[in-house]
């Protein structure tokens, strides 16, 4: 408790019990997150596999020409991402009517049967992509072709249910880091995957070399599956399903307090007061109702737009072109060798690693999220600019060593990683998961998730042909990310809010809904008596008690 104390400087680390912080809370989190570490894996693991001979041999790709090459390697990549897309649209329904866990135990079944038609592919580039993503062929059209929904569809439901477990789980004051947890393991999947890979290739002959690194994603889809049956149904899901004696007990069991302790009082309170309002406002939640909750009532709307626009920023960094493609692109800025180039990547995964620690130990709930965002961005554009500089105007020549430039310019690789992970890698997440209503909180991140997968397989289908014709070496390619970042930092100056240190539903006063909510109201008063609307009464709904985050007159309870 003192450490995070000590690494998180906001106002509800200092008012909020001590005891919320307990063990489960980290557990619950932890577990989660292995959802990430499947698409980690997953993402590394090809980047590396692709430039290993045998696999080259197993699925004829050194006889292709460079850009058949590169379309081929495109295709294999962005695969996943097409069944990610498909996979979070899944996961909105199922993580809003079956609950955020049943989605979560879902997820790791269907990766992990991915894994295992991949792992069995024995040469057949069809079965790659069938158990990368989903191949809808006829089952009478080939034997050897597999139509199966599969690993995309598990990492993409997983991308839209472990932000709303954490977030809708996580104590205000460090929900930030918990929720860029997701984050974390998605950068630890990537940097296991490219040290397999690299092993792999040390120690493995035949298929096996490019076998083991993708039969080994499988890992963390069993112990999600294991951790996340011991783990809890979300108390906000819970309410909003009606079962509220249970919502309350399993927020004072994750709370570590008594039912009846204040904090939890207030809290659930909260919980509750947003839940009828919305249902005030909206009526029931059909889909239709849900969706013409989302795009007519202009707070959630802008939500919505924020929501998008900020997934769109994360993939055009340009991050996930070094993730995808990190031995060619190190190729391209002078370092020859297969060994070299999957050892600098996987340091550049380490890199990734240690920076999002040490943003969500120290600055993901102290520094907040708009700053975050606002000097990686600017930081971002300058260091893609060099590297787009150099191999335009000092490109390396094969068999020459690399000039002072050039070791600048890897560095700038590496500096990136880490910047990246201080803003636009992990803080888009816990936007999306946090600044939403509660019954419009899993359609929006499933809008955000399928727009980061959207945009991935953008993405990963651009990148190797960028690579190969914006210019000698790509130069060309680094030129438009940075120019990127830049535009990324106009849009957080003007339109992103900060939302550190607050209750999920305190978020609807910095988007005024609850302006909107008093307002309509105050006018169903006047038309149909008092406190009530269309007939429903409001003598169970505390508007003006539970709507503020502050804890000042509870504040002596917690005291010692």
């Known amino acids: 408790m003192r450490f995070l104390q000590w690494v998180v400087q906001n106002e509800a680390m200092k008012l909020d019990p001590p005891e919320i912080y307990g063990w489960r809370i980290f557990l619950i989190a932890i577990t989660a997150c292995l959802g990430g570490t499947i698409f980690g894996m997953d993402t590394g693991t090809m980047g590396g596999v692709l430039v290993i ?3 080259k041999r197993a699925f004829r790709i050194e006889n292709l020409n460079p850009i058949a090459a590169a379309n081929l390697s495109a295709n294999i990549v962005s695969a996943l991402q097409a069944g990610c897309f ?19 135990l879902i997820a790791p079944v269907l990766a992990a049967l991915g894994v295992i038609i991949q792992a069995a592919s024995a040469g057949h580039i069809e079965a790659i ?7 809808l062929i006829p089952s009478n059209s080939c034997s050897d072709e597999i139509h199966r929904v599969v690993a995309g569809l598990g990492v993409g439901m997983a991308s839209v249910s472990v932000p709303l ?8 004051a460090i929900r930030g880091a918990l929720t860029g947890l997701y984050q974390l393991s998605i950068t630890s999947g990537i940097m296991l995957a490219f040290w397999v890979d690299y092993g792999s290739l040390l120690h493995i002959s035949g298929e096996a070399v490019w076998i083991v690194p993708i039969a080994m994603q499988a890992v963390p889809a069993v112990l999600l599956f294991v951790g996340m049956s011991m783990c809890y149904e979300t108390p906000r899901h819970l309410a909003r399903k009606g079962d509220k004696p249970r919502a309350r007990a399993t927020l004072a069991m994750v709370r570590n307090l008594p039912e009846d302790h204040p904090y939890i009082v207030r809290e659930f309170g909260v919980i509750c007061d947003q839940i009828d309002r919305e249902r005030i406002l909206t009526g029931g939640d059909t889909f239709f109702n849900l969706q013409k909750e989302l ?13 998008i626009i900020l997934m769109i920023c994360q993939q055009m960094t340009g991050t996930n072109a070094i993730n995808y493609y990190g031995p060619t692109i190190f190729r391209n800025l002078g370092l020859n060798g297969l060994q070299i180039g999957l050892f600098a990547t996987g340091i550049y995964g380490c890199v990734k690693v240690a920076a999002c620690a040490c943003f969500l130990l120290f600055a993901a709930d102290s520094l907040g999220r708009r ?11 300058v260091l893609m600019l060099y590297i787009g500089l150099y191999i335009r105007f000092s490109a390396p020549m094969h068999g020459h060593a690399v000039p002072p430039a050039g070791y600048l310019a890897l560095i700038c690789v590496y500096l990136f990683a880490g910047v990246y992970q201080w803003g636009w890698g992990p803080v888009p997440w816990i936007y999306i998961a946090e600044i939403p209503t509660v019954r419009l909180r899993s359609t929006n991140v499933a809008i955000g998730a399928c727009t980061q997968w959207l945009f991935n397989f953008v993405i990963a289908r651009a990148s190797p042909r960028m690579l190969a014709t914006l210019g000698r070496n790509g130069y060309g390619t680094f030129l438009v990310f940075g120019c990127l970042s830049f535009l990324m930092f106009i849009f957080t100056w003007f339109f992103i ?6 209750f999920l539903e305190d978020m609807d006063e910095i988007f005024g809904l609850v302006e909107l909510s008093a307002r309509m109201l105050h006018e169903a008063e006047l038309e149909n008596g008092p406190r009530s609307v269309g007939g429903k009464m409001l003598r169970d709904v505390s508007w003006a008690s539970t709507m503020t985050t502050d804890m000042s007159e509870i504040r002596p309870v917690f005291q010692p």
């Open 129 to 135: 992509y069938a158990g990368r993503s989903v191949c």
């Open 497 to 502: 809010p900060e939302t550190k240190g607050m």
């Open 86 to 104: 498909i996979g979070a649209m899944m996961g909105w329904p199922t993580a809003d009517r079956l609950g955020r866990k049943p989605a979560l």
């Open 371 to 381: 700053r975050s965002l606002l000097w990686t961005a600017l930081l971002q554009c």
């Open 295 to 307: 795009w007519t009532v202009p707070s959630n709307r802008r939500r919505a737009y924020i929501s």
């Open 165 to 172: 477990m954490i977030s809708e789980h996580a104590p205000r």
């Open 53 to 55: 001979p045998a696999f």
